[in-house]
């Protein structure tokens, strides 16, 4: 009786111990968003896949609301949102498209990953062990699946792929009701380098086309 008492005893310990070894999706994403928490500043390589159309371009961003990317395809393309104006300037177009955003509208949350928790829910593809980033690949990921939660969302899933190792976003795969892809690649992270005031500031070729709050005209 003792050992049989002993043996169950051993059993409960390792499944309790087992059990706490268990990382749930949301933690594991609560992982993430306290790691872009420490990011001040980051600049990386982006490449894009929206609906079959490749681009590719360098993304520079500033706590808690500076973006630039410098597209390299299209060339010469710019997208910037400096905290207060969105500027996108299409040079194929020869068109600069300008958006005055509200201030109370702008504000951009240190935790802004995990709005995406409001939104959608959150779970392992297939489970917390890494796996290729594409088939054959050396480069393994964590893969994080959402799922949305109201029709009303733009995307029915999200896929984000992590670098296990540095906690940061390789990869995101958005698919909408429509069965439309995006994807999004990031590599060559700089974390934390000095990235000016002048790097988000945009004078445009003269002589072009500019629209002014060109989200809000019929």
Known sequence: MKKLIACLFVAA???V????????????FNEISDRYEEIITFECDMAIVADGKKMSGHVLYRRPEM?????????????MFDGNTLVIYLPSQQTLLQQVVNNSD??????????????????FETSAEPVPLD???????????????????????????????TKLIRRIVATTPQNKVYRFDFTGYGL?????????????PSSINAYNNFLFQE
């Open 106 to 123: 702008a504000q951009v949350s240190p935790r802004g990953l995990t709005l995406l928790r409001r939104y959608y829910s959150v779970a």
């Open 67 to 79: 973006v630039r990317v410098d597209f390299s395809s299209p060339r010469g393309q710019v997208a």
């Open 13 to 15: 310990f390792c499944s």
């Open 192 to 204: 934390n380098v000095r990235i000016t005031d002048e790097r988000f500031m945009y004078d445009p």
């Open 135 to 165: 088939e054959g690949s050396s480069f393994k990921v964590v893969n994080l699946l959402f799922t949305r939660r109201a029709a009303s969302e733009a995307f029915s899933t999200i896929k984000m792929s992590i670098d296990p190792s």
């Open 17 to 28: 111990f087992a059990f706490s070894q268990i990382v749930t999706a949301t933690a594991y």
